[in-house]
């Protein structure tokens, strides 16, 4: 067995060039690719056969190649920081803002990839984008990533039970566990049964104490995510956290942030400054509870926080121009808002049970989840199916879950609505809850008179 002809060096180290030649040229080694150190024979590897460099590159190519197979960055070559628009479609000068931090926080980490990047945003705001131009951009200096999607990832590693897999399960999760760069894109789409959960936890734990290089994107808040990763993803002393607030790059235009669901174009004239205080028409104690209404209304939309539940008996008293109030004052603005009625809602979600529908229900659901600012006109006049009732208990605790800016009316007494969703309403910590005492403006009171002056 050949032995490294440097009596300085340890071992060989040929250059890629002789490696290149192959095994059995390489000068160094046995042409099986391995040498024996020239140590001293007091050193505890004298006589003990190494790898050859020569097949260290070998193995090292070998894994990169099987990373690049198990990778889906090819899908996304032609996403890099030259094809991003950092500036966005028609966005608000925030949302512009917003949009070129991420990308110039992106490009950052491209460059030098230490700790972990969290892109987190909707759907079509370019997290994955730039999570993939982070790896188009490292493979063409020569450094190794993993990009792949999250359900996808957990596919490839069940795979490796099949009897017909090249790869084992260990070798698989090695694989991932120890990427130079990982990147997962869209966690929190995957089924999160407890093998699923189980397996993303070793992953991310291993990664987390090895303070290992890695990007993850998610259309989820965080609170939505495992507590255990949760847990490691928010580390500020190894994770950066960059929110998109941009719209879906899919859709041009400032009034495409406008959800299509929305109905809010149909009360554009129930504005604050239209709305009738019927100070002349009311007894005092009604009136002051609808004025109160108006001003809690008001704060709500001047800056909006939590939730904000306005009920009533009966209808016509006003709830509706107030919520619409609030959504056309956030609108103008310039930020979205999604407002819908109940029973359309759930009936955009079963639209999307149709063949012919482009749109998912996952995706519609989500992006009703996530709207930054939900007003539900007319809760309580929904068909209360068993579907519908679920549908709306996981709308309901998602957002309550996230703290996200919530406006809903109903003229059903709390009493009566699912329990689930009133636990939720009634809750002060995070909820307003507004009784409208005054009746309809539809003929429910004459207007009083005006008291003769006492003689």
Not at 76 to 85: A, G, I, P, R
Not at 358 to 381: H, M, Q, S, W, Y
Not at 412 to 440: H, K, N, Q, Y
Request: net charge neutral; proline share 6%.
């Amino acid at each position: 067995m050949n032995t490294a002809t440097s009596s300085n060096a340890e071992t060989a180290v040929p250059t890629q060039e002789q490696a290149g030649l192959g095994k059995a040229d390489c000068p160094h080694c046995d042409g099986l690719g391995y040498v024996v150190p020239n140590v001293p024979a007091t050193h505890p590897g004298f006589g003990r056969a190494v790898v050859c460099s020569c097949r260290a590159i070998e193995q090292e190519m070998a894994r990169q190649e099987t990373l690049q197979r198990v990778s889906q960055i090819g899908m996304l070559k032609e996403c890099t920081f030259d094809s991003f628009l950092p500036d966005g479609h028609g966005l608000t000068p925030d949302k512009q803002r917003n949009l070129r931090i991420a990308y110039d926080t992106a490009l950052d980490y491209a460059k030098n990839p230490q700790g972990w990047l969290l892109l987190k945003g909707g759907y079509g705001c370019g997290k994955t984008h730039l999570a993939a131009a982070i790896a188009n951009h490292r493979l063409s200096m020569g450094h190794p990533v993993l990009f792949v999607n999250t359900p996808d990832l957990l596919d490839h590693l069940r795979s490796t039970y099949s009897p017909s897999s090249d790869t084992s399960y260990d070798q698989r999760f090695e694989q991932v566990r120890n990427a130079p760069l990982l990147i997962l894109d869209d966690l929190g789409t995957q089924s999160n049964t407890e093998w699923a959960q189980e397996k993303l936890y070793q992953i991310f734990n291993h990664r987390y104490n090895a303070r290992l290089a890695t990007i993850i994107t998610t259309n989820e808040e965080l609170d939505a995510i495992e507590i255990r990763i949760r847990s490691r993803m928010m580390d500020l002393g190894l994770v950066r956290i960059v929110p998109i607030t941009a719209p879906d790059f899919r859709h041009t235009g400032v009034d495409q942030e406008q959800s299509e669901l929305s109905t809010l174009s149909l009360h554009s004239d129930q504005v604050f400054e239209r709305f009738d205080l019927r100070e002349r028409e009311l007894p005092r104690a009604q009136a002051e509870n609808l004025r109160r209404a108006y001003e809690t209304a008001r704060e709500f939309a001047a800056e909006p926080a939590d939730w904000l539940v306005l009920n009533s008996v009966g209808y016509g008293n006003g709830k509706t121009h107030l919520a619409a109030a609030i959504a056309n004052y956030v609108a103008n603005q310039g930020e979205p808002v999604l407002f819908i009625v109940v029973p359309d809602l759930l009936d955009h979600l079963r639209a999307t049970f149709n063949p012919a529908s482009g749109t998912r229900l996952d995706k519609r659901f989500d992006e009703i989840k996530k709207a930054p600012l939900l007003v539900l006109d007319d809760l309580g006049t929904e068909s209360a199916t068993a579907w519908a009732r679920e549908k709306l208990y996981q709308l309901f605790n998602y957002r309550y879950t996230a703290r996200l800016p919530t406006v809903i009316t109903t003229a059903t007494p709390v009493d009566e609505i699912d329990p689930r969703l009133a636990t939720r309403m009634l809750d002060g910590s995070r909820c307003t809850f507004f009784l409208i005492e005054a009746p309809s403006y539809r003929g429910g009171v004459k207007p009083r008179r005006a008291r003769p002056p006492r003689k």
